[in-house]
């Protein structure tokens, strides 16, 4: 499964849960593994530069130089995949129930 | 161009946001930010929030980290590579 990360709209999951978990608490339910799946279905451009910031700790310049990107596009990058990573780890919560969808 | 903090509002500092968590900013963009969500509770909530996250996403894959020295001579080997070496 793949995700499309245009497609996600910014800072959906805190205005989802703001009034339920404000401090995104639920996140510590999720397991390891669900992480790395998560992660596994960005688009191999984000998930690469998601996986040197927060995997690996490197710089925006760092990441620059490696993925040979200016610092712009490792920064539209790098929110975009975490963005659309939080919405994928948010449905998951939801589908365990460890929180409870916004009703619409 | 002064390097005087001025007032930014909402939408400046949620574009800003993760530059400001990752510690990206210039002293100066970053205080810009830190003024603003001083006085500014609902850009505050979701700074604390995104900020829980990323420290969640990094806590999360530590154990998938290469080992430091390993994860080092990789790293030299992209970053300073040999402009003889065609790039795999």
């Known amino acids: ?104 | 161009m002064t390097d005087e903090p001025q007032a930014i509002d909402c939408l400046e500092v949620l574009d800003r946001l993760y530059g400001y968590i990752d510690g990206e900013l210039t002293d100066v963009r970053a205080e810009e930010v830190r003024r603003h969500l001083v006085s500014c509770a609902p850009c505050l909530q979701v700074s604390d929030f995104e900020t829980a996250y990323v420290r969640f996403l990094e806590a999360r894959t530590q154990a998938q980290r290469a080992p430091e020295s390993l994860r080092k001579r990789v790293l030299e080997r992209i970053l300073f590579e040999d402009e003889s070496q065609p790039a795999s």
Do not use: C, W
Not at chain 1, 49 to 74: M, N, Q, R, W
């Open chain 1, 1 to 104: 499964m793949h995700v499309d990360v245009n497609e996600i709209e910014p800072y959906t999951v805190f205005r989802n849960v703001h009034d339920t978990d404000p401090e995104g608490r639920f996140f510590a339910n999720i397991v390891d593994d669900e992480v790395l799946r998560a992660i596994d279905t960005l688009p191999d451009e984000f998930r690469e530069t998601l996986v040197l910031s927060d995997v690996e700790g490197l710089s925006y310049a760092e990441i620059a130089d490696v993925t040979e990107v200016p610092v712009g596009t490792v920064k539209s990058r790098l929110f975009r995949a975490r963005q659309a990573l939080q919405k994928q780890l948010h449905d998951y919560a939801v589908e365990m129930g460890y929180i409870k969808e916004r009703d619409a």
